[in-house]
């Protein structure tokens, strides 16, 4: 392989990867809006209550919504909204097994005040937890009287040490524990799934909107040595780009937070003067927790307010971010015209079987199906594979002159 054809696939792939990182930013706004990560998520807790007692189903959605709604679960900006237009942004988007679990107890626990649907929901739960694995129970019966020998005049201590016991003998709780590991893999790979229908969907509206031909692109790099120079040398600004868009799982980053009450700051001078350049945390509980340490002191009835500012700067960053993204990639990363000049008009004008253009549309549609993370590792190869080619290519012309001397 010459350095020529090694520099033109260089080229076709640098132009592939950037747009397939378009594709993948228009996937993770697309996975942030509809709350994927949360929706999957609960249908994973709602799939392992009803697995784990089965006479729950009737009510395993409900519960499985409140344990996801749980203000020491969710971690979405809108977990303090009570209109349930906001419930499927209220959806946790992880959960440990020792969170659940302890979620699981509190609910059944706690009374409820609330619609006679909630309740009925509660009562369920309260009545699986109430049921003990069988053995575990005939262990806690032949405790219990040891208990009462040891606190013969405190009942309320055997009822703690009893109440911290029972636990330990919940069949639910059981099998959440049990399933947990083997749900949250499920739940893991629907999501998986789900962004990779976006991916396929992204990868043919775009080809086409774009009337990205592959074969005619190919054929172009081929005979234009300027283009393909220029493409080949934004290959390691592509390779950055990709670093940040695929190392996290959406569009924001840890700085959005600190940026973001920055903003704050300083579109607030009058009502919030006197607070430290914000510093010391990563993520919104940290931002939130930050804001009310400071504020605690000088504007306590205030820090409600301040916070749901805070979050919703943070939402607005957010989206910044990925429109920043999405025209970087395209304006400054790519060195390729992507929208054919003239456009086709009306759009559809080459849509035919017949020519080779409708095809080279389904080539490309069929290679950005592949993902960004394909194109970006494959390029990241051919880009490391140059400087090799180039020193052969180099030493074997220094040795034909020394064999040829003029």
């Known amino acids: 392989m010459s350095l020529e054809h090694l520099d033109t696939i260089i080229a ?37 209550l009803v697995n784990a007692d089965p006479t729950l189903e009737k009510h395993a959605a409900v519960i499985a919504r409140q344990i996801l709604h749980h203000p020491l679960i969710s971690d979405s900006t809108l977990s303090n909204r009570k209109h349930g237009i906001f419930s499927r942004w209220k959806f946790a988007s992880a959960i440990r097994k020792d969170e659940l679990l302890e979620i699981v107890r509190i609910l059944g626990k706690n009374d409820d005040t609330g619609t006679q649907g909630a309740e009925a929901w509660r009562t369920a739960l309260r009545s699986s937890m109430d049921r003990l694995v069988p053995a575990e129970g005939e262990k806690l019966m032949l405790v219990l009287p040891e208990i009462k020998k040891i606190f013969p005049d405190d009942p309320a201590k055997v009822e703690l040490v009893m109440a911290q016991l029972i636990p330990t003998a919940e069949r639910l709780t059981a099998e959440l524990d049990n399933w947990f590991h083997s749900v949250m893999d499920r739940v893991s790979q629907r999501f998986a799934m789900h962004t990779r229908c976006w991916t396929v969907i992204f990868s043919v509206i775009v080809a086409f909107l774009l009337q990205l031909d592959a074969f005619k692109l190919f054929t172009t790099l081929s005979t234009d040595a300027d283009l393909r120079a220029r493409l080949t ?34 579109s607030n001078l009058d009502s919030l003067k006197g607070l ?8 919104l509980e940290g931002g939130n927790q930050w804001l009310a340490s ?18 919703t700067q943070v939402s607005r960053l957010t989206l910044q971010s990925a429109v920043q993204n999405l025209n970087t990639t395209v304006k400054s990363q790519l060195a390729y015209q992507l929208l054919p000049d003239p456009y086709p008009t009306p759009i559809y004008r080459d849509w035919v079987f017949a020519k080779r253009t409708l095809w080279g549309i389904i080539a490309s549609a069929a290679l950005l199906s592949l993902g960004a993370p ?11 594979l140059r400087p090799m080619l180039a020193n052969k290519v180099t030493q074997e012309r220094l040795d034909s002159e020394a064999d040829n001397p003029s």
């Open 294 to 311: 400071q504020l605690s002191a000088t504007h306590p009835a205030d820090v409600e307010k301040w916070r749901q500012a805070y979050q």
């Open 374 to 384: 394909f194109w970006f590792n494959l390029l990241k190869t051919m880009s490391n």
């Open 233 to 266: 040398a934004s290959a390691d600004a592509i390779n950055q780009k990709s670093d940040q868009i695929l190392a996290a799982p959406s569009v924001d980053g840890s700085n959005v937070y600190t940026s973001a009450m920055k903003q704050l700051i300083a």
């Open 276 to 283: 430290p350049e914000p510093a010391g945390f990563s993520t």
């Open 12 to 48: 076709f792939v640098a132009v592939i990867t950037g747009v397939s990182l378009l594709i993948t930013t228009l996937t993770q706004s697309v996975s942030a809006v509809l709350g994927l990560r949360g929706t999957n998520l609960f249908w994973g807790i709602q799939t392992l």
